[in-house]
């Protein structure tokens, strides 16, 4: 009996730290930010709060600017997921049938993911620049200069492109760990059966990287929805708030109009859209584990 206390004691003493962090970063913010969104809350006169229900939800539903920021982010979703996802698959599949110089393929597709945002973007913003290198080299091939981020049209693919350079490294690293760990016999019985190259991957590589797919979906999603440094750094949310987001407009409502209350609301609405992902990838994953379990 001893030794169990003596054990849980030890337990608590390492995890202990760890409970009163998360508790003051996390669990109390959380429960704040859910309190405060049924309020009006207004940081620099917090006296006069007052108990508004449901209002806030309504308020920013109304709102041009946060609906545009919704749409924004959707469209943002829309580009990345596709091409991302597939541009992470292409390079895992290229990279996989290198024979020489595997690493350093690895290493330089890898290098934008482990840089900061802020650097990229500012990177980007010179490449995009009307005196920049890609204007410069569509110049010389005859096509006439684009003004990128300084178009309320191309704004939001063009920052959608940089964000898939920095990005795709990542995944391009999940899914060569997937095809790694695929059985050679499959490709070898499939060989046998004169089986194509196209349906070597239909039957065989799709189906095993599945669950990769699923979670790459999830998180490509999940971090597009949560982008600000890109527009914060190259646009400013324009022009005419076309790289606005969702989380843009949560830190200027926040941070720069002070009204924590519609600022806490809107973190909410963007949380469930977390939770429902989070829903969707766990009835993927579900599946895909139980058709295993029955094939067994």
Same mark, same amino acid.
């Given at each position: 009996?001893?030794?169990?206390?003596?054990? *849980?004691? !030890?337990? &608590?003493?390492?995890?202990? +730290?760890?409970?009163? /962090?998360? @508790?003051?970063?996390?669990? %109390?913010?959380?429960?704040?930010?859910?309190?405060?969104?049924?309020?009006?809350?207004?940081?620099?006169?917090?006296?006069?709060?007052?108990?508004?229900?449901?209002?806030?939800?309504?308020?920013?539903?109304?709102?041009?600017?946060?609906?545009?920021?919704?749409?924004?982010?959707?469209?943002?979703?829309?580009?990345?997921?596709?091409?991302?996802?597939?541009?992470?698959?292409?390079?895992?599949?290229?990279?996989?049938?290198?024979?020489?110089?595997?690493?350093?393929?690895?290493?330089?597709?890898?290098?934008?993911?482990?840089?900061?945002?802020?650097?990229? *973007?500012? !990177?980007? &913003?010179?490449?995009?620049? +009307?005196?920049?290198? /890609?204007? @410069?080299?569509?110049?010389? %091939?005859?096509?006439?200069?684009?003004?990128?981020?300084?178009?309320?049209?191309?704004?939001?693919?063009?920052?959608?492109?940089?964000?898939?350079?920095?990005?795709?490294?990542?995944?391009?690293?999940?899914?060569?760990?997937?095809?790694?760990?695929?059985?050679?016999?499959?490709?070898?019985?499939?060989?046998?059966?004169?089986?194509?190259?196209?349906?070597?991957?239909?039957?065989?590589?799709?189906?095993?990287?599945?669950?990769?797919?699923?979670?790459?979906?999830?998180?490509?999603?999940?971090?597009?929805?949560?982008?600000?440094?890109?527009?914060?750094?190259?646009?400013?949310?324009?022009?005419?708030?076309?790289?606005?987001?969702?989380?843009?407009?949560?830190?200027?409502?926040?941070?720069?109009?002070?009204?924590?209350?519609?600022?806490?609301?809107?973190?909410?609405?963007?949380?469930?859209?977390?939770?429902?992902?989070?829903?969707?990838?766990?009835?993927?994953?579900?599946?895909?584990?139980?058709?295993?379990?029955?094939?067994?």
């Amino acid at each position: 009996m001893n030794r169990k206390k003596s054990n *849980s004691l !030890l337990g &608590m003493t390492f995890f202990g +730290p760890a409970l009163v /962090l998360l @508790t003051i970063f996390l669990f %109390v913010p959380m429960v704040l930010t859910l309190l405060f969104s049924f309020t009006d809350y207004f940081a620099l006169n917090p006296d006069l709060t007052r108990f508004v229900g449901l209002g806030n939800y309504f308020k920013i539903f109304e709102d041009e600017l946060f609906v545009q920021s919704f749409f924004n982010t959707v469209g943002f979703v829309l580009i990345i997921l596709p091409c991302q996802g597939l541009g992470a698959l292409g390079l895992a599949l290229l990279i996989n049938k290198v024979t020489h110089c595997k690493k350093y393929f690895k290493v330089a597709f890898f290098v934008p993911v482990v840089m900061s945002l802020a650097v990229v *973007s500012t !990177l980007w &913003m010179q490449i995009y620049s +009307p005196e920049g290198i /890609l204007n @410069t080299l569509l110049k010389n %091939v005859g096509i006439t200069p684009q003004p990128f981020i300084h178009s309320a049209k191309q704004a939001l693919p063009s920052i959608a492109v940089m964000s898939v350079w920095q990005g795709v490294g990542y995944q391009m690293i999940i899914f060569l760990g997937g095809l790694q760990a695929i059985n050679p016999g499959l490709y070898e019985a499939a060989e046998m059966d004169h089986a194509s190259a196209w349906q070597r991957f239909k039957d065989i590589t799709l189906p095993e990287l599945k669950p990769l797919c699923v979670f790459v979906f999830i998180t490509v999603t999940i971090g597009a929805f949560r982008m600000i440094v890109q527009p914060m750094v190259m646009t400013g949310g324009g022009p005419s708030h076309s790289t606005y987001t969702m989380v843009y407009n949560i830190y200027e409502t926040g941070t720069v109009n002070w009204e924590i209350g519609l600022a806490s609301t809107m973190a909410i609405v963007f949380a469930a859209f977390v939770m429902i992902l989070t829903i969707i990838q766990t009835i993927l994953t579900r599946d895909k584990e139980e058709k295993h379990a029955d094939k067994k």
